[in-house]
């Protein structure tokens, strides 16, 4: 009889048979003696959002436990610039749960997420992993209910153009080998994250393609599952690593920068979300939007340009939010609206049986669909600090439950059509359009996410100088037919986060 777990891309979770969640240190000494594993590494991310590493030779059990159990120093101030360099010693502590085998190694290797602890041995409170922490254990205290999220990781890939079979201009959506000369990569990488214990829902090939002189530039996008809010985050964490080794392989560029150039497509980093109660998805109440998921998103709304502050961070994120590009401009929400900021995309809450009819001589048993159905915030790129975004949406979803005028709010802010056409626009508030706009935003709000201390002032702080550090108030008037200077920006910041 097959394992539950046979079939388990992780193979940490094929030989101890059990899921990842469960892992404890025993667990992870077991299979680094049962398969000759010769190195640890140690992983966390620093302010930058890139993955840090610490190597260990394994010398024996003695080592390997000790390492296991009290993990090892490293120098805080030199990994987050808000720290003092006074009293910046921090302690990296594995998390056994995110434990997997590194894909691109030449010996066997381990590698573990870390979370950061203080000199007194608490979590360190400005760190962006603690302050998601703090967020999902806040929301899930105050509504009984636990939140759900995913990631939508859109990317570029830059190489000298090659081949026949030219992809069609901004026409790459779902384009198949041989137009999407990259498919087989992102192949290879939906394999290889998926080993490393992320749950992915599918990769395509999306709108972004063109040529400038011998290079060419496409466009993918790898989504995730909804999953627990910790999880989401070190899976798409460990996807950008992933696919920027696959890149340096092959001797070739990827970037999720938000913009490549002006007048194609961006690159978003978009979150859907979900509410469950009792291990039912409550964002849908009799075949309609429930008023809790209305609510949330009333809240999202009301400090989406604030938000921006975490997920939107340099200069050129503000070349991509512009009209008529499939990217937000405008406060608003709606159902299937790509144009709108917060999109309830098309759910399964039909009474059509779709599969039997798509098989009239097959008897297919459809269930309710409406466990599947998401809200999606559709302004984040690939600059967000992915702990900070998703602590904000959480902290903003809470925000939307406890304010008293959220469902009228969440009518007023209802589109449908076209916003950039349908809607006046007076009526929909803009949102920023500079990093500078950006960090005053965060300021004229931040005691929505200072509020429990989830976030911690000298972060806020941190981020709003960083902000007002671009100096970007008047970058779109600047760049206006000035092609030269448009690329010499996007190189700067082609490699973000």
């Not at 009290?70 to 434990?99: C, H, K, N, Q, W």
């Not at 890939?157 to 087989?184: C, L, M, R």
């Not at 993918?220 to 996807?239: C, G, R, V």
């Not at 759910?347 to 297919?364: E, F, L, R, T, Y």
């Amino acid at each position: 009889m097959e394992s539950l777990f046979s079939f388990n891309p992780n193979p940490l979770v094929r030989y101890l048979q059990k899921p990842a969640e469960l892992f404890t240190r025993e667990d992870l000494i077991k299979f680094i003696e049962g398969n000759q594993i010769q190195q640890l590494n140690f992983r966390y991310v620093a302010a930058d959002g890139r993955l840090k590493t610490l190597n260990f030779i394994i010398t024996g059990r003695d080592h390997l436990e000790s390492i296991l159990t009290f993990g090892e120093r490293v120098d805080g101030s030199s990994l987050f610039p808000f720290m003092e360099t006074g009293s910046s010693d921090l302690y990296v502590i594995p998390r056994y749960r995110t434990a997997f085998m590194n894909p691109f190694s030449d010996v066997p290797s381990l590698e573990i997420l870390c979370s950061f602890f203080d000199y007194q041995g608490k979590p360190l409170e400005l760190s962006p992993e603690y302050v998601l922490q703090k967020a999902i254990s806040n929301f899930r205290t105050a509504t009984g209910m636990n939140m759900k999220m995913m990631g939508e990781l859109e990317y570029y890939v830059n190489s000298k153009y090659e081949g026949i079979f030219p992809a069609t201009d901004q026409k790459g959506y779902h384009e198949s080998e041989p137009f999407a000369k990259y498919e087989g990569m992102r192949k290879e990488a939906l394999r290889l994250i998926a080993s490393c214990g992320a749950k992915i829902k599918y990769g395509h090939s999306e709108v972004g393609n063109f040529t400038v002189g011998e290079e060419s530039f496409e466009q993918h996008e790898i989504e995730f599952l909804p999953t627990d809010p910790e999880f989401a985050a070190d899976q798409l964490i460990i996807a950008k690593w992933i696919l920027r080794m696959l890149a340096e392989k092959r001797r070739i560029e990827i970037s999720f920068a938000p913009k490549i150039t002006v007048g194609k497509a961006g690159s978003g980093l978009h979150f859907h979300m979900l509410v469950e109660k009792d291990e039912e998805n409550v964002v849908m109440e009799d075949g309609k939007l429930s008023e809790t998921a209305r609510k949330m998103i009333a809240g999202i709304l009301d400090v989406a340009d604030a938000l921006t502050a975490f997920g939107n961070t340099i200069p050129t994120s503000y070349l991509r939010l512009v009209p008529n590009q499939e990217a937000p401009t405008k406060i608003c929400w709606g159902d299937r609206n790509r144009s709108a900021l917060v999109r309830v995309p098309l759910g399964w809450s039909g009474k059509q049986n779709m599969a039997a009819i798509a098989n009239p001589d097959v008897h297919v048993s459809a269930k309710n669909g409406d466990s599947r159905q998401t809200f999606e915030f559709r302004v984040p790129d690939g600059s967000a600090n992915i702990h900070l975004v998703m602590a904000g949406l959480i902290v903003a979803s809470l925000h939307g439950i406890n304010m008293p005028n959220a469902l009228q709010l969440a009518d007023q802010l209802y589109v449908e059509g076209n916003i950039f056409r349908n809607i006046p626009a007076q009526q929909l508030q803009q949102l920023p359009a500079s990093c500078v706009e950006s960090g005053k935003r965060l300021s004229s709000k931040r005691w929505i996410f200072e509020n429990m201390d989830i976030f911690p002032k000298q972060l806020i702080d941190y981020t709003i100088e960083s902000l007002q550090q671009f100096q970007d108030e008047f970058l779109a008037y600047q760049l206006k037919n000035n092609p030269d200077a448009t690329r010499e920006l996007v190189i700067k910041y082609i490699h973000c986060q």
